[in-house]
């Protein structure tokens, strides 16, 4: 079964502070994982995909396959990075379908 | 350069009722997914549709249909809404299997 675990509902941290939010997930086989983001009244927007290595406004993901694990870091947090961030998974096989986690609200205060 | 768009924006319904969803997709992209979000949850998966035929279905009831038009544009019915039904309705379009999803603004659903 495809799942995927965001153990923080709510992360909050100080502006130019380290920020890590955690994205763990089960697929038996090598999944294509991304991290999504919400800004307040704005539509759900892909932030990074892991096979594209890239990093976009200042965010980073290495994919663990070893633990599983798909973490975004930023090393110096902004007041605009406050936003709903979501860890989604695509299997392989054809099906474009996405599984999502139930997201992580990050709030960084000034 | 448009984005996913849907219609419309908010519906307010009642319980036994039917509904439909409407999404263009992204111009040139022939691939749309449907995805039902409920409070403090992150979307979850209803159809896929590619060049106009059925490619997934999550575990949702039959009460849940949908299409896609020769245009790429689809069509989210549900059938005897329920209490449970309340929800963001998101549609996604990409260009093919292998290309990120983009979506739209969805459609919040209230059933009364």
């Known amino acids: 079964a495809q799942r995927v675990t965001q153990p923080e509902k709510l992360l909050s941290v100080f502006k130019g502070a380290p920020v890590e939010l955690k994205c763990n997930y089960s697929?038996?086989?090598?999944?294509?994982l991304f991290w999504y983001v919400q800004y307040s009244r704005q539509r759900l927007q892909l932030l990074l995909r892991h096979i594209s290595r890239e990093s976009i406004k200042g965010f980073t993901a290495d994919l663990n396959k070893g633990e599983t694990s798909f973490h975004l870091k930023k090393p110096f947090a902004q007041e605009e990075d406050s936003a709903m961030y979501y860890c989604a998974l695509r299997g392989q096989g054809g099906s474009e379908k996405l599984v999502f986690g139930k997201g992580t609200k990050l709030t960084v205060n000034p | 350069d448009a984005g996913v768009t849907q219609s419309p924006t908010h519906l307010i319904k009642t319980r036994g009722q039917q509904v439909t969803l409407r999404c263009s997709p992204i111009?040139?992209?022939?691939?749309v997914s449907w995805y039902q979000q409920v409070l403090g949850q992150g979307p979850q998966f209803i159809f896929q549709y590619y060049e106009k035929e059925e490619r997934g279905r999550g575990n949702f009831p039959d009460r849940f249909s949908a299409r896609q038009f020769p245009n790429y544009s689809s069509e989210l019915n549900v059938n005897a809404l329920l209490l449970g039904d309340s929800a963001l309705y998101l549609c996604?379009?990409?260009?093919?299997?292998?290309?990120?999803?983009?979506f739209g603004d969805g459609t919040r659903l209230s059933i009364l």
């Open positions: 111009s040139g992209h022939k691939s």
């Open positions: 697929y038996s086989g090598s999944p294509e």
């Open positions: 996604a379009s990409s260009f093919d299997t292998n290309q990120p999803q983009h």
